[in-house]
């Protein structure tokens, strides 16, 4: 049994999203939070319309250690996929699980019961070239390589290249073992 599951993100999650931006440093690239204030306020932003996000969680605590998020543009069927986790959760497949999972039923049709799919056709993202740990997770997540952004990124003054990367419906679901969804 995995000790990893799925859930909602939540606004009670606001100080393990805190945490996270405060244990590394390259976290700054997913926003600015450096307070609880700006924590509660990125739980409030993964939960507004418009955006699925999805909190990579220890099932023993329910604790969240990462999330996989969509901002969907419900009129083009499409979303553009970003993910992060806690400096302590990585290197261990985790977010490739995870972003494998959500991207699986992004592009699963709706179902009655509500535990189906979204419903979009099309899935986007992109990462700084000097990144490959985030080129794996995209991969392993069933995404195709597009093309590089050439330097699309302003980082601390230095322009960077970025990977970007695509999953339509119609692409072979990845071998990658997904992770069970909780509520």
């Known amino acids: ?16 999203i805190l945490e996270a931006f405060l244990a590394a440093p390259d976290m700054a690239r997913q926003g600015d939070v450096a307070t609880l204030e700006d924590a509660e306020e990125m739980a409030r932003w993964l939960s507004a319309p418009g955006r699925r996000s999805t909190a990579i969680a220890r099932r023993d605590t329910d604790g969240l250690l990462g999330l996989v998020g969509v901002s969907i543009e419900e ?5 553009w996929v970003f993910y992060w986790l806690h400096a302590t959760a990585r290197g261990r497949g985790l977010a490739a699980r995870a972003a494998a999972s959500v991207a699986n039923r ?4 709706p179902s009655a019961d509500g535990e189906g799919g979204w419903g979009l056709e099309r899935l986007e993202l992109g990462h700084r070239a000097n990144n490959p740990a985030s080129g794996a997770v ?3 997540a069933g ?3 597009e093309g590089i952004e050439r330097q ?3 980082i601390d003054g230095t322009r960077h290249d970025v990977h970007t990367y695509g999953r339509l419906v119609t ?9 069970p969804w909780g509520r």
């Open 143 to 145: 995404f195709v390589p």
């Open 75 to 79: 009129a083009h069927r499409i979303g």
């Open 1 to 16: 049994m995995t000790s990893h599951q799925l859930r909602p993100v939540r606004e009670d999650d606001a100080s393990a």
């Open 152 to 154: 699309k990124f302003l």
């Open 171 to 179: 692409d072979p679901v990845p071998a990658t073992a997904e992770l």
């Open 106 to 109: 992004a592009l699963r049709p």
């Open 138 to 140: 995209a991969r392993a």
